[in-house]
């Protein structure tokens, strides 16, 4: 029988499965020992620049078919998901768009490109997504919406469960960058 880990509603947080992604470690210390990282002066940053006036922006300089609705709560009680679409444009044919604030290294940005998968397998919910955009400090990404793009995001969401299941926290090792300014590296059951 799996356990009910998520969240007093009964669903999984796209955002949580976002931090699985970037580390296993990272979700199982945050579900199972209930600790949340303080916000930093960065995030805090990050989040007034990225409020609904910039979305907007970023929507038209995007050229994205209207409407345009930001912040767009979604949940799917097939999927056992929720979360929050920054961006959804159009109406029979829908883009989804993830938008952040500051430029970030591609690179080390796939856990940012599972979150925009997850969001565009939740926005199935409201139609027909064709494409998904990740802006990040004005580096555009595009996208298309393919049976593999949600292959993905169904595995990172059944990769989450089982972390969440596991009384063991996961044993990875990731490179020495990646956790140098970590908030949960004095917790991190992974760190030697």
């Given at each position: 029988?799996?356990?009910?880990?998520?969240?007093?509603?009964?669903?999984?947080?796209?955002?949580d499965v976002?931090?699985?992604?970037?580390?296993?470690?990272?979700?199982?210390?945050?579900?199972?020992?209930?600790y949340v990282e303080p916000p930093t002066p960065s995030m805090e940053s990050g989040k007034s620049k990225a409020d609904a006036q910039?979305?907007?922006r970023v929507a038209e300089e995007l050229g994205?078919?209207?409407?345009?609705?930001?912040?767009?709560?979604?949940?799917?009680?097939r999927l056992g998901l929720a979360g929050v679409i920054d961006l959804v444009a159009g109406?029979?044919?829908?883009?989804?768009a993830e938008v952040k604030a500051f430029k970030r290294r591609i690179q080390w940005s796939r856990h940012f490109r599972?979150?925009?998968?997850?969001?565009?397998l939740l926005a199935g919910e409201?139609?027909?997504v064709r494409e998904a955009i990740l802006y990040m400090g004005g580096d555009i990404y595009r996208i298309p919406v393919s049976s593999n793009?949600?292959?993905?995001?169904?595995?990172?969401?059944?990769?989450?469960?089982?972390?969440?299941?596991?009384?063991?926290?996961?044993?990875?090792?990731?490179?020495?960058?990646?956790?140098?300014?970590?908030?949960?590296?004095?917790?991190c059951p992974s760190m030697p």
């Open positions: 029988m799996r356990r009910q880990y998520y969240y007093l509603d009964g669903y999984v947080q796209v955002a976002k931090d699985y992604i970037f580390c296993p470690a990272l979700a199982w210390v945050k579900a199972r020992m209930g910039f979305k907007l994205l078919p209207k409407p345009w609705r930001v912040e767009v709560p979604v949940r799917s009680s109406e029979r044919r829908l883009v989804v599972v979150q925009l998968a997850l969001y565009a409201l139609g027909y793009l949600l292959d993905e995001a169904r595995r990172a969401l059944e990769g989450y469960r089982m972390v969440l299941d596991s009384e063991e926290p996961p044993n990875v090792r990731q490179p020495e960058p990646k956790c140098r300014y970590c908030w949960y590296r004095r917790l």
